[in-house]
């Protein structure tokens, strides 16, 4: 049997809520893992950046098994949650 969608509104606040969260927690993390990176810390660095790569990837997999609107939101949601991470620490005028 299969299972209904859900509706194209549900979808795309559905992925663009999970994508800024994400992209919000993933730049964090990003800027975590420099300053991991450069104290020479690599091991721990390396586990942090494998970690947001995994938990990324696992987002966009189950966000494409809701359906491809949810999906492309949620990119979107990753960029502008990049664009106010990068404006918020001065990365970006």
Known sequence: ???ALPSLALQV??????GGAAGFAYFM???W???LFE???SPMAILLLVTR????AALFVALAKIGAPALL???LGLLA???ATLRRFGGLK
Request: proline share 0%; hydrophobic share 70%; no cysteine.
């Open 53 to 56: 790569f995994a938990l990324l």
């Open 73 to 75: 939101s949620a990119a």
């Open 39 to 41: 104290r020479g810390a």
């Open 1 to 3: 049997m299969i299972a």
């Open 81 to 83: 949650a990049r664009r």
């Open 13 to 18: 606040a559905l992925g663009a809520a999970a």
């Open 29 to 31: 993390a990003l800027r």
């Open 33 to 35: 893992n420099v300053a």
